[in-house]
């Protein structure tokens, strides 16, 4: 067994929450290089050139990419030799939340669904813990905002729809979705399971990096044919009209039930942001 | 890319008379902040007979909830948030005098037959730049509803704020001709 306090955790979750919020990927800004260069509007340039900046004054100056801090979603995965010591792991990520949103001057919003009265502290964070072998502790904070959430949908298909089928609702999708998530976006996108786990899978699959490629080859070729469509719709970034409306599709995918084609798209807006750290 | 128009607030009919889609405008003076919740409050004062918490004619309301303003600087990141949940109560507020609104994304028929019948525009400010759009914010004051948050309504003054037009007074939609421009079969 190996122990870890919680506090340490408070800790982690504290930085990564504001590390998350300032500092945007590398692969991210990797990602609108890309964009610039085959992008044919000059508006759309102009816009992008503009995140680029947006990032580099976050960064610089500490303050967040993006107003909208969004809810903490935590992904934790613990080994099975771990033992969590001094006090409650689910009340120290809340901590880390909570003191994370407030010293990094980060906006709460987190409010009841029908009164809208805020939590004041951004808590409750999204919890998603697993556990797996080993004696290591990952731990990763993704805020996510409102507005890409807002567009994103689970949808249970019928099998015959196949991938054909799968393929239309997502870019109708993205299409009806339009300007409101911030694109140039993401496309996370969770097939099979069951209803729940197709969104966990498509929130996942968000977290892998920008210009990595699916090690399915079937998937990698999927995404690259949804992406190509999406980028056919003419969106682009804010979208003002251009080539980039998405940066990247990404799919995770598992076995589902024979009655069933479960399948979710998680909408991710240019502000992606994730960060990792590995006890 | 072409020269960016400077306005000044309060926007007067000549200011949006002039204004087309695709049109970039620094914006000078004053910008009113309200999202979600003080919509709602504004439009059950208007429904309700009362008068609003500051004069709206003319003025420009800025769909934004604000991170708080770290020491030391004058405001948090500050970009738009998406419009269409203003769209059930933007209408009676461009009916009240309202002559332009800042957010992201498309807005609904009604609020674009208000616009075109009041003469008020809606612009687009880059979505997810609040780094870089609160460097253009040079005070920030609380006018009403200071209970709400980050979604108080502030009273910002700006200095060349960089907005789009998205919808003019004549009926046009950025959104709409940008993506046929774009489309490809």
Known sequence: MREIEVRRITEKVKELCIEANTDLGEDVLQAFDRAIEKEESPLAIEILKELKENARIAKEERVPIC????????????GQE???????????????????????????????PFSRANTGDNTPPILHMEIVPGDRVRLIVAPKGGGSENMSRVVMLSPSDGMEGIKRYVVQRVKESGSNPCPPTI?????GGNFEQAAILAKKSLLRPLGSRNPDPDL??????ILEEINRLGIGPQGLGGRTTSLAVHILMMPCHIASLPL?????????????VIL | MPESIRLKTPLRDEDVERLRIGDRVLINGILYTGRDAAHKRLFDLIQGGKDLPFDIRGQIIYYVGPSPAPPGKVFGSAGPTTSYRMDVYSPALIEKGLKGMIGKGMRSDLVKEAMKKYKAVYFAATGGAGALLAKRIKRAEIVAYEDLGPEAIRRLEVEDFPVIVINDIYGNDLYIEGEKKYKRP
Not at chain 1, 264 to 276: G, L, W
């Open chain 1, 67 to 78: 107003q909208d801090t969004g809810v903490a979603v935590i992904f934790l995965e613990v």
């Open chain 1, 82 to 112: 771990v033992h969590f010591v001094g006090g409650d792991l689910k009340e120290a990520l809340f901590e880390g939340v909570r003191r994370g949103y407030r010293e990094g001057y980060l906006r709460k919003s987190m409010c009841h």
């Open chain 1, 187 to 191: 496309i996370g996108m969770g097939i």
């Open chain 1, 220 to 225: 990698d070729r999927l995404e690259s044919e």
């Open chain 1, 264 to 276: 979710a798209v998680n909408i991710q807006c240019h502000a992606h942001r994730h960060k990792e």
